[in-house]
């Protein structure tokens, strides 16, 4: 929405406030995702305790396309803030989630309503990285609320 025309001082204040007010009360709010990376069960007692494997250090991409993904392309990754568990922006403009020690990457905000393709780009240590479409899973986000 643009107001346009000869306008009093008060009346371009008056204004500019309800563009800013149509702007943020139109745009959709970025809702907190992150992954929970786990061993698969059949390998659960192999490696619990063993330090030849570590999920840590795993690190995924985001794709809004399944082509992309499958490709693999650099270019078309999705930028992500990375926020804290109150919400507040600690990075901004990455492209890489690395899983900590919990099995967790950091919270990433994506837009609601839509389908984003993560994919494992770095196995942990000791693990093989998935080949092919297994590296990529689909995750359709919706509104926190």
């Known amino acids: ?3 346009t025309g000869l306008l009093t001082e008060r009346q371009r ?14 745009a959709e709010q970025a809702v907190s995702v992150r992954v929970h990376k786990t061993t698969d069960d059949s390998y659960a007692s192999m490696v619990s305790g063993n330090t030849c494997y570590d999920l ?4 995924f991409v985001v794709y809004e396309t399944l082509a992309a993904a499958q ?3 650099a270019s078309e990754r999705v930028s992500f803030d990375v926020v804290d568990a109150s919400g507040a922006v600690t990075a901004s403009g990455q492209t890489v989630m690395t899983v900590g020690a919990n099995g967790y990457t ?9 389908t984003y393709y993560v994919r494992e780009i770095m196995a ?3 693990y093989v990285l998935p080949a092919g479409n297994s590296a990529i899973r689909s995750i359709s986000v919706t509104s926190d609320e």
């Open 13 to 26: 204040t008056v204004a500019k406030a309800l563009q800013n007010y149509m702007a943020v009360k139109g």
């Open 71 to 73: 490709a693999n392309s």
């Open 106 to 114: 950091p919270y990433i905000r994506l837009m609601p309503g839509k």
């Open 124 to 126: 942990g240590k000791g």
């Open 56 to 59: 840590s250090g795993t690190q």
């Open 1 to 3: 929405m643009k107001i």
